[in-house]
T-cell receptor, first 115, second 116 residues
Framework: AQTVTQSQPEMSVQEAETVTLSCTYDTSESNYYLFWYKQPPSRQMILVIRQEAYKQQNATENRFSVNFQKAAKSFSLKISDSQLGDTAMYFCAFMNQRGSEKLVFGKGTKLTVNP | GAVVSQHPSWVICKSGTSVKIECRSLDFQATTMFWYRQFPKQSLMLMATSNEGSKATYEQGVEKDKFLINHASLTLSTLTVTSAHPEDSSFYIC????????????FGPGTRLLVL
């Protein structure tokens, strides 16, 4: 069974600075997807970024980028130029490319951006 | 981006009554929909997976007779909490998955259920 581990329950960063959230996972599959979702205080789950395992290039979405290390099974999220609106819970998630399409979530990291 | 709606956003009911929550994919066809439950300060817990026109698949420990799921069309799934009790009070979230949205789950805004 796949597992996703987020080792940082809480983090904080100053506005305009950069922060990196860690995520590791365990799987025997070779084809899969990895995601970062954000859950602000409204509790709406919002897709931040998505990575296909077969792609070597790290995904980037504006201020958000990932460092995907397939051999190390590591998938960290870097947020540049942090903004107050980035304050949220961040969940790392794994999904097989075939068969079950369930998302396996980590326990989340609570990120606070301070003014 | 893909949009998923959920209704109602807030519901308060008396113990013993049933509550229905709707989940709709607004701009794409959802081949699969998922229902989650989330306790305060915790991650999402998958309750069941539903495919259009077939019976839902429930996760271990989830009572299928209490949480009835119907996936009537490619854009609508409903979760009915039957004979609700205070311990069913929680935040329920649906998500939808469709081929046209690059195999990514998009989430509804959630429903807060309070059973008195």
């Amino acid at each position: 069974a796949q597992t996703v581990t987020q080792s940082q329950p809480e983090m904080s960063v100053q506005e305009a600075e950069t922060v990196t959230l860690s995520c590791t996972y365990d799987t025997s599959e070779s084809n899969y997807y990895l995601f970062w979702y954000k859950q602000p205080p409204s509790r709406q789950m919002i897709l931040v970024i998505r990575q296909e395992a077969y792609k070597q290039q790290n995904a980037t979405e504006n201020r958000f980028s990932v460092n995907f290390q397939k051999a190390a099974k590591s998938f960290s999220l870097k947020i540049s130029d942090s903004q107050l609106g980035d304050t949220a819970m961040y969940f790392c998630a794994f999904m097989n490319q075939r068969g079950s399409e369930k998302l396996v979530f980590g326990k989340g990291t609570k990120l606070t951006v301070n003014p | 981006g893909a949009v998923v709606s959920q209704h109602p956003s807030w519901v308060i009911c008396k113990s013993g009554t049933s509550v229905k929550i709707e989940c709709r994919s607004l701009d794409f066809q959802a081949t699969t929909m998922f229902w989650y439950r989330q306790f305060p300060k915790q991650s999402l817990m998958l309750m069941a997976t539903s495919n259009e026109g077939s019976k839902a698949t429930y996760e271990q420990g989830v009572e299928k007779d209490k949480f009835l799921i119907n996936h009537a069309s490619l854009t609508l799934s409903t979760l009915t909490v039957t004979s609700a009790h205070p311990e069913d009070s929680s935040f329920y979230i649906c998500s939808a998955l469709g081929v046209s949205v690059l195999e990514t789950q998009y989430f509804g805004p959630g429903t807060r259920l309070l059973v008195l």
